[in-house]
């Protein structure tokens, strides 16, 4: 019987992959790791638990193992992990079928909170449907006009072109983007794209 709680880490960062299987392994959980996406899906049958990936790697991406793992229609939670993280990759990625997305250099403490959500993602579990109904109680709290920055955040706009499209100052944005944080308790971009995405799938 497999694992269900076995970590696939896969980067061709020789020194990252043992220092994320290190501290994976000192949170008590089993981990496996591959120096590519083409070397995981090899030894992809039976395969249990989540998959942490690297964006830019040789030969397969992370977007694209995305991608493959979403036509086999497998359901594994995967976390994106990037060095260049920006609103429309994290939106692409968890629209793909991602569970978070995180940025290097990233904190242990962080990346074990991500693989401790995903493992327990499972959508119709009851910790998916309660985290589902805090992320809507969160966003109904927004004003129409957070709401409205809030969209056009998601969609990957910059303050000055949010701005601009709604006949407001930068400054006012930054006022509005600062309030959706506070009242949604995002802690960084990525966690709101997160937010807003899975409620959109519920």
Known sequence: ????????????????????????ANEGLTVKTYGSATE????????????????????????ELLAHLADRSLS????????????????????????????????????????????????GSQTYEASTREALARLATLSARETEVLDRLIRGQPNKIIAYEMGISPR??????????????????SELVRMFINVERS
Do not use: W, Y
């Open 1 to 24: 019987m497999t694992d269900p709680q076995i970590v696939h880490v896969i980067d061709d960062d020789d020194a990252l992959r043992d220092s994320v299987q290190l501290f994976l």
């Open 40 to 63: 995981f899906l090899s030894n992809l049958e039976g395969a249990s638990g989540c998959v942490v990936t690297d964006v830019r790697m040789p030969g397969m991406s992370g977007m």
């Open 76 to 123: 594994l939670p995967v976390i994106v992990v990037t060095g260049h993280a920006d609103v429309p990759l994290a939106v692409r990625a968890m629209k793909q079928g991602a569970v978070d997305l995180l940025e290097k250099p990233f904190r242990a403490d962080d990346l074990i909170g991500a693989v401790r959500r995903a493992l327990i993602s499972g959508k």
């Open 172 to 189: 006012t944005v930054e006022v509005h983007r600062a309030n959706v944080m506070k009242k949604t308790q995002a802690g960084s971009l």
